[in-house]
């Protein structure tokens, strides 16, 4: 990915480099973009709810990661969440890019940290991953708003978009920019949430079903979709936000989240054996979509003949 890739996120345009920063190349436009920490960041803060001034006091951006303490917390505290498809979607992502042949392109949607089962992605040589959040993150390349990304259109091969629709005001607009910036034949994977409850605080906006999610994605082609996270997860979720609803100090929901974490950690694995019912599938945690970018939306009366669930009692 080089400068000839990147166009203004105002208007369009191309940008171009000097002077320790990005500026966009319309004279109508004008844009200038700061390049901070050696990471650019193409925010048009016009239309963006993320201001620059938000990057230049830390690495993280407030109220996006947590403390050092936090972090070693989330080692050491059982998780009460599990993914249980990413590893086999990104290997089959991988083998897909690798079948087109040639040098791929990929676009990290909410890259800053690397996600859960991508570690096949980061090995493959042929593979540049270009890994874009809203804050300066330890894998950041660009700091960016993934509803007006600043690449040309065509110009990627894969896009990823792991937990991080939920967490953007407009997912709709995000998924036409996703499809945007995607070769012919390019390729999305996407995880998002159903049943699960705010989290990232005032950062937190939509949930999908299945078909939702689906439709969300109605300009691919499906290659698989299905459940990410089942049931057994969102009681665990549950159960933990029931008793958080009772306390309001910092310390105390600390606490009560560590004790939730090793009381229902265990929920998770009924998920191993519930998935195989499709009934578990109106009460998922969070649901994926593989697809392949199309030029002909799906209809929706065939949208209504994917539905996958239990029924109406």
Not at 272 to 293: E, Q, V
Request: with cysteine; proline share 4%.
């Amino acid at each position: 990915m080089t400068a000839d890739d990147l166009i203004c996120p105002r208007c369009s345009a191309s940008v171009r480099m000097g002077g320790g920063h990005y500026a966009c190349a319309s004279a109508t436009c004008g844009a200038a973009y700061p390049v901070i920490r050696g990471v650019p960041v193409l925010i048009d803060e016009g239309k963006s709810v993320f201001r620059v001034s938000d990057l230049t006091g830390s690495a993280d951006a407030p109220g996006f990661r947590g403390s050092l303490l936090f972090r070693i917390g989330k080692k050491i505290v059982p998780s009460i969440s599990h993914n249980l498809e990413a590893a086999k979607n990104y290997s089959e992502l991988a083998r897909l890019l690798r079948q087109a042949g040639g040098k791929a392109t990929i676009l990290v949607i909410g890259g800053g940290v690397a996600g859960q089962g991508i570690d096949e992605l980061l090995a493959e040589p042929s593979f540049e991953l270009v890994e874009t959040d809203v804050y300066l993150g330890p894998r950041t390349n660009f700091v960016c708003d993934a509803h007006d990304l600043p690449f040309r259109s065509g110009s990627y091969d894969a896009v990823i978009a792991q937990a991080v629709l939920e967490h953007v005001v407009d997912p709709g607009r995000v998924a036409a920019e996703i499809h945007r910036v995607l070769k012919p034949q390019g390729l999305v994977y996407a995880e998002t949430p159903f049943m699960q409850q705010v989290h990232m605080g005032r950062h937190d906006f939509t949930r999908y079903t299945y078909l939702g999610h689906r439709r969300l994605f109605r300009g691919f082609t499906e290659i698989r979709s299905g459940m990410v996270s089942g049931p057994g997860e969102t009681l665990a979720w549950a159960l933990k936000y029931f008793f958080l609803s009772f306390v309001s100090t910092r310390p105390l929901r600390i606490g009560v989240a560590v004790l939730s974490h090793c009381l229902f950690f265990w929920l998770k694995y009924f998920d191993h054996w519930i998935r195989r019912n499709d009934a578990s599938f109106d009460s998922a945690s969070a649901f994926y979509f593989l697809g392949r970018r199309s030029g002909t939306p799906l209809d929706d009366r065939e949208l209504l003949r994917l539905y996958r669930g239990g029924g109406v009692f």
